[in-house]
């Protein structure tokens, strides 16, 4: 039986502008802890901390929606815990927006742990190996204590390199029937944001029913989920493209776990708005800084004495100078934490969460320009040094589709 989101929604959307050669378009989406600019990229705090920053930092790099993760913090702290606090923004000292992911994804990462049947998923706790039934309905539970401005429904999620056919299709009908009882068990529409999810792997038919079946549910926001799993970039794109073609104009789109630049650049240009990923920060603790010339690794000797700011391109706090109010740290400095302090970890960190939200403001402001061809082509040409031969081809055939040819002169 098909369940209507209720239509008091804790969202309002206003589309700013669209670029006339792509899909990308420039957005304002409001939610209960603030507006929110689009396109944009959420830094990914799991268990109600981003790794090496404070709060007050990534407040200051401009975050205003960071993601949190329902099924880790469900084990720990726990539900009782954050009843008592009073929700996840209290706990973690965090004024903004929080999205949460409802926990479906460790059905992939964590996949030895759990058993998929349609009253939910049974998993051991990596922590205690001691057993959690994860539900809609507990998955919407949690995400209320939590909350959440934005709750993901909790979805049945496969491996996109999976080969088994039959067990893609259940998992996108199953999908839909769970949404229909998560909103069924949501409790707070009136100020939290219950958002569907897409699935059907990278079948596009499949795709496409999955898509119709969502929207008649109405729901404030739409995912596109069940990506960034292994599969090859030419076919994300087609799925990204093909979702997209068919989404309302008026409703937030979010591709859950991407974070590469090139994914995001091409991803806004197929018509996405949102997105998420561990990478930049888990990257910056093994070294690597995120750059407008590609991803450095300061760990190499090569760096030992190179007194240029990480990004020369970059306002973060650690490539300003320090007559600009900036800290000045070069990457001499970073190669010679990295391994050794964790002052090197958090530095990185700080400066890969500003780079990805600054890309998206960038992009955001072009496609206001009406200038988002050519911030595309700008940047994939800083990245390969104007190399053309080098482009990855998944993205130069991707971008063709929506009118952006990298390879012209």
Known sequence: MLKMAQQKAALSFELVAKCSVTRARASTMILPHGPVELPMFMPVAT?????GLTPEQLESLGCRLCLNNTYHLGLKPGQATLDAVGGAHRLQSWNHNILTDSGGFQMVSLLKLAKITEEGVRFLSPHDGSPMLLTPEHSMSLQNSIGSDIMMQLDDVIATTSPDKDRMVEAM??????LDRCIEAHKYPEKQNLFCIIQGGLDLDLRRECVKEMVKRDTPGIAIGGLSGGEEKAKYCAVVRTCTEMLPDMKPRYVMGVGYPEDLVVSVALGADMFDCVWPTRTARFGNAVTSKGTLNLRHAS???????????CGCPCCRPEEAGGLGITKAYIHHLTGKETA???VLTMHNVYYLLDLMRKARMAIIAGTYPDF???FFGKIYSYDKAE???????????????LTET
């Open 47 to 51: 268990q109600a901390s981003l790794k």
């Open 303 to 313: 760096y030992a004495a190179d007194f240029t700011p990480v990004d020369e391109d």
């Open 344 to 346: 090197g970890a958090h």
């Open 391 to 405: 482009y990855p081809v998944w993205a130069v055939d991707a971008l063709k589709t929506v009118g952006v040819d």
């Open 376 to 378: 595309v082509k700008e």
């Open 173 to 178: 009908h199953r999908s839909v029937r769970w």
